[in-house]
């Protein structure tokens, strides 16, 4: 059976966490996004500065050295979660889930948000499906599109991991 497992990112990750995000802005947000806006995260260096700037709050899911998924927080917003489109529905979007909404909830809040670009029909199944509700709709002027606004009351039993078909191991 192939692990995953759910750790804190290290500096080490910073070129695997820029070639998940590369990968997946191209695949998933080409689709959603005018192209124009993409151009500085594809061609230029949009994705390695972030990445440089914003490792240290992250947690990577990884599977045999690789970094498959990653997700971001910050307060009781959810800035960031990303997994490979290789990797879609095994559950490692559900975990780091499940990880970044148990941080908020120890951090003292109760209510956790974050945005959804309202095109993004695979995540906005997935955070339906987990639960979120839609608050509003705004428009995006850095990304030319709408995005969706989300709010879910983190719940007491809202603790803890869980992830189907390959099983998985949480270092945090
Ligand atoms: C959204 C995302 C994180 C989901 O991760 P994932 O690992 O594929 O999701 P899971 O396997 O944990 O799915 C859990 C449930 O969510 C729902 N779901 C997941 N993907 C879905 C989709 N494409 N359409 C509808 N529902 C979906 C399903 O109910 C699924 O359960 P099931 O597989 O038993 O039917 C992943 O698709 C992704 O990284 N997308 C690209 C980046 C992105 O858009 N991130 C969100 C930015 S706001």
């Known amino acids: 059976m192939i692990r995953f497992e759910f750790r804190k990112a290290a500096k080490e990750d910073i070129p695997n966490l820029i070639k998940l995000c590369r990968e997946t802005i191209v695949e998933v947000y080409g689709q959603i996004l005018p192209w124009e806006k993409l151009v500085p995260w594809v061609e230029g260096d949009m994705v390695e500065v972030e ?46 889930l499940d ?24 995540a906005m199944g997935f955070y339906l499906a987990k639960g979120w509700k839609p608050l509003c709709e705004e428009m995006d002027e850095d990304a030319g599109a709408l995005k969706v606004v989300m709010t879910k009351t983190l719940t007491k039993d809202a603790d803890g991991v869980s992830i189907r078909k390959e099983g998985a191991s949480k270092k945090l």
């Open 51 to 96: 990445v440089n700037k914003q490792w240290q709050n992250m947690i990577v899911a990884e599977k045999a050295g690789e970094v498959v998924g990653v997700a971001a927080r910050s307060d009781d917003k959810i800035d960031l979660l990303w997994v490979h489109p290789a990797y879609h529905r095994r559950g490692i979007g559900s975990a780091l």
């Open 99 to 122: 990880v970044v909404e148990t941080e908020i909830k120890k951090s003292g809040c109760d209510l956790a948000t974050l945005e959804c670009f309202s095109y993004n029909d695979c």
